[in-house]
């Protein structure tokens, strides 16, 4: 009886101790920058994207991701110059981008974008 008790106690731990680490591995993937596929995916029904489109999209953002991945060591520390670099990175994007939609998806598209910066503007400050 002491012997199927003990094992049901470890059982209830290791099952405890799996549920605690697959949260904790969610949000991190959760504070990670989205797949370019992804941030393609989530355009391409608002934008009605075409699939040349959608292809040559996540090319850009592929792009741009690996560029800014790897100045991100450059930066040690320094926030004010990796937001200025971040700034400058997402507006040489955006511009690439713009240059692949038709009028009508470039409206649509700086409409998301001024939604995404209201919400970014409203949100808590962290605690770093």
Not at 55 to 74: F, N, P
Not at 80 to 86: K, S, V
């Amino acid at each position: 009886m002491k012997s199927t008790a003990r094992r049901l106690l470890v059982l209830t731990v290791a099952v405890f101790i799996t549920g605690l680490l697959q949260v904790a591995s969610a949000q991190r993937q959760g504070m990670g920058m989205r797949s370019p596929e992804e941030q393609v995916k989530l355009l391409k029904d608002s934008l009605s994207l075409t699939a040349d489109q959608v292809k040559k999209l996540t090319k850009i953002v592929d792009a741009s991701q690996k560029e800014t991945q790897s100045k991100m060591g450059e930066f040690q520390g320094d926030r004010d110059a990796m937001r200025a670099y971040m700034q400058t990175a997402r507006a040489k994007s955006d511009s690439l981008i713009k240059a692949e939609l038709t009028k009508d998806q470039v409206k649509k598209y700086e409409e998301i974008q001024k939604a995404r910066q209201q919400r970014m503007q409203n949100r808590p400050p962290r605690n770093n």
